[in-house]
């Protein structure tokens, strides 16, 4: 007898292989059957009929190592279909960390990727010091859903040289111990190596994340100790330079990156967003993709699915919000900001400042001033949706008047999208169909009050293959499955195939969206935080347990750490 079959489905085995009606069969976490399995009995059956039936999707750059301290479920990624989920992107992890300098680390968090410095002090218990000692952290905590994770270097850094990690250039000393601390990672576990040196990465004091203060030799340093143990990834977020105007910065940035690939084997993998149509705000992404691949290295774009949007509402930020007059404004309760958007007088002062002040310099997905065509009111999971600009022109009626409009119809609860990167599809489409390009990039675990990217999953599913038929469902799955799977190592994940783990996704692609997002204050110190779950999925298993059911989590705790290749 089976523990669980999941019958009548429609199989999308996650090779790219066309879809089947098939029968699958768990036993003990693990794939024993796929097939016509009319006549074997089980201790449950899921009727999939209707459904595809799919691996579980791999996300390959969340920013969970805090949020699986208080969260056990893996929100909101849990509700999208994935079922592991790598963390300690771009630089940022919680190890390693000196027992009395974790507020360095904390630094480097708090706002390069808005993770609330309370709800760290609230719900972590800070039981580690090393990389290796986190991840036996990891390993013991109970979670849903499957994690692996990097080493970080802004946390190297300022584990290496405490405050001048955010002040100068690593000493010969300071690399030698950032180079034993990565070798250990690894042979514990680790998956990789990452690190950000991009302009968008600061701290709460507007400085720069110690990993920005790195050279390229120190990187190369801390690279090439992965090529000597012969295995690992290496994850950035990059440079100004990649995207520069002038030819000889880019050439100058590609050619090392390049160089580093195939010098130390080691694959390099980073996300693909485009900051505008011109083509040295994108084509360089695709570029240096392209040149690794062919130069003898080995690399792998993340190509977020949608416009990379922040998530604006009076109820979380604004645009206007540090504004005099608005920020006056903001610091009263809601009811006492509509009886202020209520008067005429009042309104009109605050449209006259928004449309003149000035709003200083955003970075990463910090609200920004408002470019109204690139500023949807968000009325449903998926798009197609309107910009403010165009509903202005419609009505005759200024950008910012329409804006409130909405807003106040709405009751102040409205949330309006601000694409600050991918404003043109045609371009995100142009990256998705790269070769050696992964639908990914969600931040899950970050930036967890200005945007809700964990349904990019679901995204790619209802929009690009359903409605827009861009992508057939096998392909897609493909993408999401065993393409990150094999690449990052996960050799028992990513396929429908016996003796694989069961690790599956029962979704209808008639329905699957992503809803509609929501606020709520549940982090440790009642933190606030986005949360969005989605429609469409049957079931979501984990190792063979079924984690969420119809869209409610069942409670069950069955996700792993997933250790890399040169774990020992």
Request: aromatic letters at 8%; a negative charge; hydrophobic letters at 40%.
């Amino acid at each position: 007898m089976h523990d669980l079959v999941i019958a009548n489905g429609t199989v999308v085995d996650g090779s790219g292989a066309e879809a089947t009606v098939a029968d699958v069969a768990v036993d003990d976490g693990v794939i024993t059957e796929v097939g016509e399995l009319d006549s074997r009995s089980a201790r449950r059956t899921i009727d999939a009929e209707g459904h595809i039936v799919s691996p579980g999707f791999v996300d390959v750059h969340t920013h969970m190592d805090a949020q699986l301290a208080w969260d056990p479920l893996g929100e909101c990624s849990c509700f999208h279909g994935v079922t592991t989920a790598v963390m300690g992107n771009c630089g940022f992890t919680l190890a390693p960390v000196r027992a009395d300098a974790r507020q360095l680390v904390v630094r480097n968090l708090e706002r390069a990727e808005d993770i609330a410095a309370e709800a760290m002090a609230a719900g972590i218990d800070w039981s580690w010091e090393t990389y290796p000692e986190y991840l036996e952290f990891v390993d013991r905590t109970p979670k849903g859903i499957n994690y692996a994770g990097y080493v970080g270097h802004s946390a190297l850094r300022t584990w290496a040289m405490g405050e001048r990690a955010f002040e100068e250039e690593a000493t010969a000393d300071d690399i030698a111990l950032m180079v034993g601390q990565v070798e250990d990672s690894m042979r514990a576990g680790a998956v990789g190596f990452t690190t950000s040196i991009s302009g968008n990465h600061e701290t709460s004091d507007d400085r720069p994340v110690a990993s920005r203060l790195s050279t390229r030799a120190e990187i190369d340093a801390l690279v090439g100790a992965m090529g000597r143990l012969g295995g690992g990834i290496f994850e950035l977020a990059h440079h100004p330079d990649l995207r520069s105007r002038d030819p000889e910065k880019r050439e100058s940035y590609i050619s090392w990156l390049v160089e580093l690939a195939a010098s130390t084997g080691i694959p390099i993998t980073y996300g693909m967003l485009a900051f505008g149509s011109q083509d040295h705000l994108w084509r360089p992404v695709v570029e240096l993709l392209d040149r690794i691949n062919a130069s003898g290295g080995r690399s792998w774009g993340q190509v977020h699915t949608r416009q990379f949007g922040v998530l604006l509402s009076f109820q979380t930020r604004l645009p206007f919000d540090a504004l005099p007059l608005w920020r006056d404004l903001r610091r009263q309760p809601l009811d006492e900001q509509r009886r202020a958007l209520a008067d005429p007088s009042t309104r009109e002062k605050l449209i006259t400042e928004a449309e003149h002040g000035d709003y200083g310099r955003a970075i990463g997905a910090e609200a920004r001033k408002p470019e109204w065509q690139w500023i949807y009111p968000l009325t449903a999971g998926l798009p197609p949706y309107r910009s403010i600009r165009e509903l202005a022109d419609e009505r005759g009626a200024p950008p910012m008047s329409v804006f409130l409009d909405l807003a106040i119809e709405s009751d102040l609860e409205r949330f309006f999208i601000q694409a600050a990167a991918n404003q043109d599809q045609d371009i995100v489409l142009e990256l998705l169909r790269q070769p050696y390009a992964i639908p990914t990039f969600s931040d899950s675990g970050a930036h967890v009050s200005q945007i809700m990217d964990s349904s990019l999953q679901t995204h790619m599913l209802g929009h690009w293959v359903r409605d827009r038929h861009e992508f057939t469902v096998e392909a897609a799955v493909h993408a999401m499955t065993q393409v990150p799977a094999t690449a990052w190592g996960f050799a028992d994940r990513g396929l429908v195939a016996e003796g694989m783990a069961a690790d599956l996704n029962i979704f209808d692609l008639d329905t699957v969206t992503p809803d509609l997002p929501e606020l709520v204050y549940d982090l440790p110190g009642g933190a606030r935080r986005l949360r969005q779950t989605a429609s469409g999925f049957r079931a979501t298993l984990v190792n063979g347990e079924v984690l969420v059911e119809d869209g409610e989590p069942t409670g069950a705790t069955p996700g792993r750490l997933l250790r890399g290749p040169l774990a020992t």
